[in-house]
């Protein structure tokens, strides 16, 4: 969240960055209650030394043998005023925090003002779009002949947006997995956790999903879990409420499966492997100092691509114009793979900085070079999603007779397979 001194003191500027955002955020309105709060807190602190300085003369008044009723009286009904300023202050507190919970990041000085993904720049690209002599088959078309997954079968056992995986089909994926945890760890400097599927709702506050996004997420109701819609959020946590002794950057990267309500909309690019409300992903998370952020960013996002530089394909990177924007980020480089096939753009990763948006409501600290405790900054990104690497693979793999050319890279995690045949 927002530190709400710096909002109190820069009103303008973050009604500016709330427009250039496309946000619709009543920046007053928070102001309104922390005046309120500060008012209570001047009130309060006012009554309570008046109320020790009479206080002090009740016993005076009993030596002189005067009667201090009258004083008892005065302090007593300081102390009913106190109280109910006290649980004013409880509530303006908690109406303060709800609204600043639902304030986005202000983006960073160098995200590019636009108003939406159209007006996001292409930063750079790698490699070349496949050029094939015949007519290419979509994934879904290649993933069912080759009985690479089971879209129908998945749908029977848990609705729509829920693939099942079979044979070599599933043994790639787990592939995949494994191929960029060795990657990030034995190349990156990272260190791999197996974190829980689910988290509370601390956590997923903590790292903005909550409350402003409450109804993309899935529940448990009876156990008030969320099961995880990236691995961001339990990793994120793990520090929650900490101060790190720790040299910074950490750097850490896992694998879990991802439960997403908001897979599509109104049956828009749901067929095959494209939307979906489970899908695997290998995540990277850092957490910096502030001075470092920006450098540790720009090397979280070259991680990221080397993943797609060792498996041949050809992606984009785009930066996020302020209006297309996430919520908790500041700024924000989405990479993009080119499917032959469909001919299209698909996102397998978002790398971005939160600067300390997410340790403010996350209570994630370190301790700077003068000893001052302070937000550390946090970054995140894909090392990449699932399944849409899959698709990327399919469609720009394939081969005249269907079959499926695999990355030299995932030969020893193929057991030796070159080939889906």
Not at 29 to 41: Q, W
Not at 239 to 257: F, S, W
Not at 258 to 270: Q, V
Not at 366 to 390: C, M
Request: charged residues 30%.
């Amino acid at each position: 969240m927002l530190d709400i001194r710096w909002v109190r003191e820069n009103a303008e500027a973050v009604k500016t960055a709330m427009i250039n955002r496309n946000a619709e955020v009543d920046v007053d309105a928070v102001l309104v209650f922390d005046n309120r709060r500060r008012e209570i807190i001047v009130e309060v602190d006012g009554l309570k030394a008046e109320r020790n300085k009479i206080s002090k003369s009740i016993g005076l008044m009993i030596k002189e043998g005067k009667d201090p009723e009258a004083i008892k009286a005065q302090v007593r009904e300081m102390g009913e005023k106190i109280a109910v300023l006290d649980e004013e202050q409880r509530e303006v507190d908690a109406q303060l925090r709800d609204a600043l919970l639902y304030i986005p990041n202000l983006p960073a000085n160098t995200t590019p003002v636009g108003k939406d993904e159209s007006d996001n720049p292409v930063v750079r690209s790698w490699g070349e779009k496949v050029a094939f002599d015949f007519e290419p088959q979509m994934h879904w078309d290649l993933g069912e002949t080759l009985q690479l997954f089971d879209l129908e079968r998945g749908a029977k056992i848990a609705g729509s947006g829920f693939p099942l995986f079979t044979g070599r089909g599933a043994k790639l994926e787990r592939a995949l997995i494994q191929f960029m945890l060795d990657l990030h760890t034995e190349e990156h400097g990272y260190i791999e956790l197996a974190t829980p599927f689910m988290c509370n709702e601390t956590a997923m506050t903590g790292t903005g999903q909550l409350p402003k996004f409450a109804e993309d997420m899935y529940t448990v109701s009876l156990d008030g879990l969320y099961p995880v819609p990236t691995a961001e959020v339990p990793v994120t946590n793990m520090y929650g409420n900490e101060i790190l002794d720790q040299e910074l950057p950490i750097k850490h990267t896992a694998y879990t499966p991802c439960f997403r309500r908001e897979a599509g909309s109104a049956g828009k690019d749901t067929r095959g492997l494209q939307r979906v409300h489970q899908f695997d992903k290998v995540e990277m998370v850092k957490f910096t100092t502030p001075e470092t952020s920006a450098e540790e960013h720009e090397k979280l996002t070259l991680d990221a691509e080397r993943v797609l530089q060792k498996l041949g394909l050809h992606y984009r990177v785009i930066e996020l114009c302020t209006g297309d924007l996430g919520f908790s980020a500041a700024k924000c480089y989405d990479i993009e793979l080119w499917t032959a096939a469909q001919e299209k753009w698909l996102e397998v990763s978002s790398c971005s900085n939160f600067h300390d948006y997410q340790a403010r409501r996350a209570n994630i600290r370190y301790r700077n070079e003068d000893g001052k405790t302070t937000f550390v900054h946090t970054i995140n990104g894909s090392g990449v999603a699932l399944p849409r690497l899959v698709i990327a693979l399919l469609e720009n793999n394939q081969t005249a007779d269907g079959s499926i050319d695999l990355p030299e890279a995932l030969w020893p995690y193929m057991g030796g397979l070159q080939k889906l045949l």
